[in-house]
């Protein structure tokens, strides 16, 4: 199986911050990588797919890069409802796998 | 919007079958993969398989011995049934509409999740 590993496990950030959350694969999965945000409670809603390209609806202050191995998810300007967990998906290979997820924490 | 609903018991015994259905309310049901993931309390996200509506599923090799998912396109439901269980498949277990375009795919909508508890 591709192991997904983020990084940080968590963070914490202030409204206004721009937050980066990085996301390794374990071997190279060109650009088969998606990106999810989970709030408490709730189900993940996908926020970005094939490594860069947003989902309808999603602000355009998400923005996800990389290729290869390594990933980045980016908010340019949190806001009060981005506090939340990230989670990074690999659909490369199946079995698709996710990583551990970032909590993003009010400062 | 495609708004999915997961639907089963939400306590099951020790060495029994789990079984859940997932009801697909809104857009076409073809065309499309249909998952299962499931997330234990406090931890990450884990894809059981998927199947589309001609049957063929894809499971987790980590759980094939154990899975086995069906579909009723005419009730637009799908399901899941996991024998065998034990604490460790305590979670909440999330349907979601697996979309496979261009051989990139990704999970959208997911169903608000369905939590199932395994205990005596």
């Known amino acids: 199986d591709i192991q997904m590993t983020q990084s940080p496990s968590s963070l914490s950030a202030s409204v206004g911050d721009r937050v980066t959350v990085t996301c390794r694969a374990s071997?190279?999965?060109?650009?088969?990588l998606n990106w999810y945000q989970q709030k408490p409670g709730k189900a993940p809603k996908l926020l970005i797919y094939?490594?860069?390209d947003l989902q309808t609806g999603v602000p355009s202050r998400f923005s996800g890069s990389g290729s290869g191995t390594d990933f980045t998810l980016t908010l340019s300007s949190l806001q009060p409802e981005d506090f939340a967990t990230y989670f990074c998906?690999?659909?490369?290979?199946?079995?698709?796998?996710f990583g551990q997820g970032t909590k993003v924490e009010i400062k | 919007q495609v708004p999915l609903q997961e639907s089963g018991p939400g306590l099951v015994k020790p060495s029994e079958t789990l079984s859940l259905t997932c009801t697909v309310s809104?857009?076409?049901?073809?065309?499309?993969?249909w998952s299962w993931i499931r997330q234990p309390a406090g931890k990450g996200l884990e894809w059981i398989g998927r199947?589309?509506?001609?049957?063929?599923?894809n499971y987790n090799p980590s759980l094939k011995s154990r899975v086995t998912m069906s579909i009723d396109t005419s009730k637009r439901q799908f399901s899941l049934k996991l024998r065998s269980v034990t604490a460790a498949d305590t979670a909440v277990y999330y349907c979601?509409?697996?979309?496979?375009?261009?051989?990139?795919?990704?999970?959208?909508?997911w169903g608000q999740g369905a939590l199932v508890t395994v205990s005596s």
């Open positions: 199947i589309d509506t001609s049957g063929r599923t």
């Open positions: 809104g857009g076409s049901i073809s065309d499309y993969y």
């Open positions: 071997q190279n999965i060109n650009n088969y």
């Open positions: 094939a490594g860069s």
């Open positions: 998906q690999q659909s490369y290979t199946m079995p698709w796998t």
């Open positions: 979601a509409r697996e979309t496979d375009y261009s051989n990139y795919d990704w999970f959208d909508p």
